[in-house]
């Protein structure tokens, strides 16, 4: 079956770094690598994306602070996260699909999520 695992994931005050990993077989053949995020009201929210080509998409509220990337080896997906504040609070999880059309993408394989918390 396949499995995305999520690490990283702590309690760090506004202003600090934390760095998320995800790793699972689907990371290195996939097309199409995300993190998510809960939020109130919105369910689950694309944070980030990184398609096969290098191509990198984050939304406006975490450009310039979160930075995703696969290591070397391919088996990694990272979300390093800086000058983090106390709405970026959620559980985070890693996402494998495919690249579509554009900058779309579709994805299929899931992890179980890892606690971010930031407190003032």
Known sequence: QVKLVESGGDSVQ??????????GTRVIDSTCLGWFREEAGKGRVWVAQLRKDGTDLYIDSVKGRFTISQDNNKDTLD??????????TSIYYCAA?????????????????TQVTVFS
């Open 14 to 23: 506004a202003g600090g770094s934390l760095r998320l990993s995800c790793t």
């Open 79 to 88: 979300l390093q996260m800086d000058s983090l504040k106390p709405e970026d």
């Open 97 to 113: 699909g495919r690249a579509l059309r554009g900058t779309s993408c579709a994805y299929d394989y899931w992890g179980q999520g």
